[in-house]
C-alpha cells in the first residue's frame, strides 16, 4: 500500500506502524508492504512485518524522483511488480498484468 501523502522522515518504525494503524485503518503486522514518501519525492520508506519483527527500508535515489500519484487523501495498492518498479525508481504505472495467451489447439 502506497501512501500518497508526504510524511515526516524522522519517523522511525514504531511511529509509521501507529501512522498505519490509525490514518490508514490497517494492521502493519498483516505482512503488507507500506511505502511512504518523503516531500522532497527522491526519497521513500518501506515498512512491513516479516513475522520475527518489524522491517524499515529507506531509499533515496541519486538522481531524479520517485512517480507518485497525485497528492491526495488515501492509499493507492500496488502489485509485487508495480511495487519493484517503484523501487527501481522507474514509473510503476506502465506495468500491467501480462495479456492472456490462448493455448494453441494444433501445433505449427
Do not use: I
Not at 500500500?1 to 494492521?27: E, I, Q, Y
Not at 538522481?63 to 523501487?87: I, K, N, Y
Amino acid at each position: 500500500m502506497l501512501t500518497t501523502r508526504p510524511v515526516d522522515f524522522g519517523k522511525g518504525a514504531d511511529r509509521l506502524a501507529v501512522l498505519v494503524r490509525d490514518a490508514m485503518g490497517t494492521n502493519p503486522f498483516s505482512g503488507t508492504v507500506y511505502v511512504f514518501r518523503s516531500k522532497r519525492a527522491d526519497r521513500l520508506k518501506l515498512l512491513f512485518w516479516d513475522r520475527s519483527g518489524v522491517v524499515l527500508v529507506a531509499k533515496r535515489l541519486e538522481a531524479g524522483q520517485f512517480c507518485w500519484p497525485r497528492m491526495e487523501d488515501g492509499v493507492v495498492r500496488l502489485t509485487a511488480a508495480q511495487l519493484s518498479a517503484l523501487f527501481e525508481g522507474l514509473d510503476w504505472k506502465q506495468v500491467h498484468a501480462a495479456r492472456q495467451v490462448t493455448v494453441p489447439a494444433v501445433a505449427g
